[in-house]
């Protein structure tokens, strides 16, 4: 009888130990890793952009010269970095394309059937909210009029939220449709919808945001000052 107790007591012991094992893996390891993946992603993105540059897009209107060679988008790689002021001052991280678990441990993913930054349609992408990193977080505190802001190495695309959090279930595809699905948009247009997980800890929903493209600039003309408007000052609002 002792020696079953003492085999149950030991079992009990080494699950437990696993348990907790398993949590601060979660809770911590992903998000050091995902640290490290993102902050070398970004570091890739910069020093791609300085060896291999592109011409940003002209001006709206006529233009003798041919159009600007776009980079490809490739499954896995970085195409862009994301800022959101009202997420924390130093919020920033790399969006991939694709949206596979993969992508996702390393960035946001873009949803590679939807349209490319600053273009007409729909430029989705989506993030984890609770391991990884917690990319979003804090998404539910996103509000109306809130930027979000893009570069792609050439250009900064600042966009503003029109609405959200809107909360759905994951079979809402119409969400990324190139007009969104309950976003208010009434026609074509240059939007973008951020996606993550609902509740916190789960995934039996998303929680989803919609914003315009609200303005451009080139990279040259230094950061647009949506980055610097002081919206982290009121996470709390």
Known sequence: MRLVVRTFSELCLTVGTLIVLFVVYV????GVQ??????????????EWVSTPVAAPPAAGPSPSPAPRARPYVPG??????YVPRLGRDWEWPVL???GADVLKEGLGH??????????GNFAVAGHRRTY????????????GDAVVLTDGTTWFTYRIDRGPYRTVPTDVGVVAPVPRKSG??????????????PEWGSSHRLIVWAHLDATQPVTEGRPQALDDGRPQALDS
């Open 133 to 144: 990193g917690d990319p979003f977080k804090d998404f539910p505190r996103l509000r109306t």
């Open 97 to 99: 394309e694709g949206t």
């Open 185 to 198: 948009f009434d026609g074509p247009g240059r939007y973008l919808t951020l996606t993550t997980c609902e």
């Open 27 to 30: 809770l911590y390891w992903t």
């Open 111 to 120: 949803y590679t059937a939807t349209a490319r930054l600053g273009g007409t």
């Open 77 to 82: 790689k970085g195409i862009a970095v994301m």
């Open 34 to 47: 995902a640290e490290s993946a993102s902050a070398g992603r970004i570091d890739t993105l910069q020093r």
